[in-house]
Structure formats: structure tokens, C-alpha cells
T-cell receptor, first 110, second 118 residues
Framework: GENVEQHPSTLSVQEGDSAVIKCTYS??????FPWYKQELGKRPQLIID?????GEKKDQRIAVTLNKTAKHFSLHITETQPEDSAVYFC?????????FGAGTTVTVRA | GAVVSQHPSWVICKSGTSVKIECRSL??????MFWYRQFPKQSLMLMAT?????????EQGVEKDKFLINHASLTLSTLTVTSAHPEDSSFYIC??????????????FGPGTRLLVL
């Protein structure tokens, strides 16, 4: 099945700086890659997703890039703000389900 | 759109009792719902896939007789933890696919149910 690895596990950035989280996947048939943000005790919220026919997608301060050849995709958050502090999960679709990375705890220092 | 609700939000029960958790898609029909379990500081672990009108598909290592799943309608799936024990204490989250959006892979999550078994 699909195996998703996510790095780093923790990330601390100064407010206003950028944050980058990287994920790799194993199944070359995967074609859908969502990113979720989860605040403590709350549900994961879809923040952006990308499909394999697109190399990059941007939504305001958030962008995702996909390299299908290398089987990796990344989340970029620019101009970080304190409310960006949360756990971020990447995922890739397998046969009928999503496989999630281990998560990255992002802390934005004021 | 694409709102998923879950009930109850938290439950405390005695060891040996059963607990039922409901997952509802409020503004769309979900032929497929997923049940996850999440331990503190860990990722989402898929327990089973719930299909409307058919038996659920359980992930390896998940006991189907302990975690009973019923998906009787296009908007409701239930997870029953039978004979709960302290090790079943966890955060249980459901998700649903909104096929109507045309993005069939997108999953929307419920708010989760925190279960504490004493």
C-alpha cells in the first residue's frame, strides 16, 4: 500500500518567515495529495490539495508543489502568523483511501 | 458546504460497556465514510471504510467484532465500540467524501469524539 513520509516532525519559525514541510510517497499511481491543518483537540481541516496533473497550486499565503517523478510534494507557508501554529498532515490517495504522514508541529514565534 | 457532524463530542464510560458514535454528512450524501483513531501527538490511523448498504472494510489489525460499523443511509454512519476497555480510550474521527463536488477523493472530517474508558 501507499507509504507517506513527512519531514520535519517539528518546525519553529519566527513570525513573518516562511515554513516548508516536505512529504514523499511510494505509490506512483497516487494522483491526489491534500494537506490538512489540525489545531489541538479539533478536526483536521483541508487547507489545500493538488492533483497529479498540476505541478504547483497557490492559495494566498499557502502553496503546494508536486514532483511526480521524484514522488514528493511540499507545503509552503509564507509570511507566517501566530494562527498558523498547528499540526499539519500531508496525505496521498491509495487504492480507495488516504494515507497520512506522521504530521509536523509548526510553532510560529511572535 | 461539505459539513460533517459527529456525536457525541466526548464520552466517559465504564470498562465493559459499549459506546456508539454517530457521523453525519449534513449537506451532502456520502456513500463512503471513514473512521479514524488518533492517539495524542500521533497521526490519523484509518480503522475502517464504511460503505452505504454494504459491509465495512476494516484495516489490518482492527477487530471488526469490537468496532461495529453501520452505514444505513447516505448521511449516517455509526461506530460502536463494544466492551470498551481503557486501551480503547482515544480520539475517534470520521470523515466523508463529497462526490457531488466532483472531487471524489476529498475527505471532510467530523469534529471528533473523545472517548475515555475508566
Amino acid at each position: 500500500g501507499e507509504n507517506v513520509e513527512q519531514h520535519p516532525s517539528t518546525l519553529s519559525v519566527q513570525e513573518g518567515d516562511s515554513a516548508v514541510i516536505k512529504c514523499t510517497y511510494s505509490d506512483s499511481a497516487s494522483n491526489y495529495f491534500p494537506w490538512y491543518k489540525q489545531e489541538l483537540g479539533k478536526r483536521p481541516q483541508l487547507i489545500i490539495d493538488i492533483r497529479s496533473n498540476v505541478g504547483e497550486k497557490k492559495d494566498q499565503r499557502i502553496a503546494v508543489t508536486l514532483n511526480k517523478t521524484a514522488k514528493h510534494f511540499s507545503l509552503h507557508i509564507t509570511e507566517t502568523q501566530p494562527e498558523d501554529s498547528a499540526v499539519y498532515f500531508c496525505a496521498a490517495n491509495g487504492y480507495y483511501k488516504l494515507s497520512f504522514g506522521a504530521g509536523t508541529t509548526v510553532t510560529v514565534r511572535a | 458546504g461539505a459539513v460533517v457532524s459527529q456525536h457525541p463530542s466526548w464520552v466517559i464510560c465504564k470498562s465493559g460497556t459499549s459506546v456508539k458514535i454517530e457521523c453525519r454528512s449534513l449537506d451532502f450524501q456520502a456513500t463512503t465514510m471513514f473512521w479514524y483513531r488518533q492517539f495524542p501527538k500521533q497521526s490519523l490511523m484509518l480503522m475502517a471504510t464504511s460503505n452505504e448498504g454494504s459491509k465495512a472494510t476494516y484495516e489490518q489489525g482492527v477487530e471488526k467484532d469490537k468496532f461495529l460499523i453501520n452505514h444505513a443511509s447516505l448521511t449516517l454512519s455509526t461506530l460502536t465500540v463494544t466492551s470498551a476497555h481503557p486501551e480503547d480510550s482515544s480520539f475517534y474521527i470520521c470523515s466523508a467524501r463529497d462526490y457531488g463536488q466532483g472531487a471524489e477523493e476529498t475527505q471532510y472530517f467530523g469534529p471528533g469524539t473523545r472517548l475515555l474508558v475508566l
